[in-house]
């Protein structure tokens, strides 16, 4: 969108995007021999770039007070919280209800469990339990949520922006699962799954039985709408390696082309 | 001599566990009863660290007195309640602070996926 915009406004300004861009900055320091655009190509460059700063704005703001979040959080944590026996970089705190979650940060990354969850889970579906939450540690999905969350922030008007944060949630979430499995069977991942998301169900509605989650137990298959457990309940195939690399090299075009195309009368000219 | 942070750590549970309000001089005592390199700390020390804990709010001070009481602002109890629900709030901008395990799957999901898992097993 920002693109579209760019290129649009900068069209009188030159051929290509590099002469264009040049064209641009010229005009800037007041160079007469640049052809005045029109005020409605100026318009849409004067939107790019405001949209441009508003983005990159939003996305140091949502830095900035994640972290500061997060060092508030881990604050807490170091009171409240004892290193765990068994695992490195893996806190407990002392309370009933099975929790897991982690605290990403750039040097002091934690995974954070219950004791709850040390009772009720088994030693098995503890394991799964880390890897997933390591995996989203040393994958640093942080930084894909937090980019997407100040992309939705900034423009939330914007269906794309609300669709693509869900999607990346989803998918890091499916990452972890993979990894998580490496450690443990289906079987084990889902029953930690279900103890850790039923507690928290129960500890929101203080322990009254919901009416639409009573309907659906008489139901034979349920309904499970997130890809993420349909995924575990029904495993599919891996796709095969030419599909992957077609769906890999469709990515890349897609990125690259547009910008090939802009610059290109200017790489046939040399 | 330990980190301003573990000492915070020790004075908060020497605080929580106290059943009344304790002087910077008691905790100076109990903090050197419990360790071996606290034998030198000063009573400055602990003022200093009580002063941070009472700006986080972790902490009173009862003026009433001379010399100055310090107690825990609530129980452990009450902070673990507090440190989850900063963790699993719903609020929209958790999932960018921290990773929860079941992130992604709504209550209603999770009971219809104990119900699955029910029936497999039963099956």
Redesign the interface.
């Known amino acids: 969108m920002i693109g579209s915009m760019l290129v649009w406004g900068l069209d009188p300004l030159g051929d290509d995007l590099i002469s264009a861009l040049h064209g641009g900055w010229l005009l800037l320091t007041g160079d007469t021999s640049v052809p005045y655009p029109g005020i409605v190509h100026l318009f849409a460059l004067s939107t790019a770039l405001l949209f441009g700063f508003h983005l990159v704005l939003t996305l140091m703001r949502?830095a900035w007070?994640?972290s500061r979040?997060?060092a508030k959080?881990r604050?807490?944590?170091?009171?409240?919280s004892n290193p765990s026996q068994t695992s490195a970089n893996t806190l407990v705190?002392?309370?009933d209800?099975p929790?897991?979650?982690?605290?990403?940060g750039i040097s002091q990354s934690v995974t954070?469990l219950?004791r709850g969850l040390l009772t009720q889970l088994s030693a098995q579906e503890q394991q799964a339990?880390i890897a997933?939450?390591r995996s989203?540690?040393d994958q640093r999905?942080?930084l894909l949520?937090?980019a997407f969350?100040a992309w939705h922030e900034a423009l939330p008007w914007l269906p794309t922006s609300r669709l693509g944060l869900d999607a990346v949630?989803?998918l890091?979430?499916m990452l972890?699962d993979d990894k998580a499995l490496e450690k443990a069977n289906r079987q084990t991942l889902?029953?930690?799954?279900?103890t850790?998301?039923?507690a928290?169900?129960m500890d929101?509605?203080s322990s009254t039985p919901?009416a639409?989650?009573a309907g659906?137990?008489g139901?034979?298959?349920?309904?499970?709408?997130?890809r993420?457990?349909k995924r575990l309940?029904s495993p599919q195939d891996p796709l095969s390696r030419p599909q992957r690399a077609l769906v890999l090299l469709s990515t890349i075009m897609l990125m690259v082309c547009p910008t090939v195309l802009l610059i290109a009368p200017r790489l046939l000219d040399w | 001599m330990a980190s301003l942070?573990d000492l915070?750590?020790s004075v908060?549970d020497l605080l929580w566990d106290s059943a009344e309000p304790l002087t910077a001089n008691d905790l100076r005592d109990d903090l050197a009863a419990l360790g071996t390199d606290a034998k030198e700390l000063a009573v400055t020390t602990v003022l200093t660290v009580l002063a941070r804990l009472e700006k986080?709010g972790?902490v009173e001070r009862e003026r009433t007195t001379r010399p100055h009481r310090y107690a825990a602002s609530s129980s452990?109890e009450d902070?673990?309640?507090?440190?989850?629900n900063?963790?699993?709030g719903t609020a929209q901008?958790r999932?960018?602070?921290?990773?929860?395990?079941?992130?992604?799957?709504?209550?209603?999901?999770?009971?219809?996926?104990?119900?699955?898992?029910d029936?497999v097993k039963s099956a």
């Open positions: 949502a007070r994640t979040q997060r959080h604050q807490l944590l170091r009171l409240l705190i002392d309370h209800m929790v897991a979650y982690c605290v990403p954070v219950s339990v997933h939450e989203h540690l999905h942080d949520i937090l969350t949630r989803q890091i979430e972890a889902l029953k930690a799954i279900v850790v998301a039923t928290a169900t929101d509605r919901h639409s989650s659906l137990v139901m034979p298959d349920g309904e499970v709408s997130s993420r457990l309940l | 942070g915070e750590r908060m986080k972790l452990r902070h673990t309640v507090g440190l989850l900063d963790a699993l901008d999932e960018a602070v921290l990773a929860r395990f079941i992130g992604g799957i709504s209550p209603d999901e999770a009971a219809s996926l104990r119900a699955i898992l029936s």
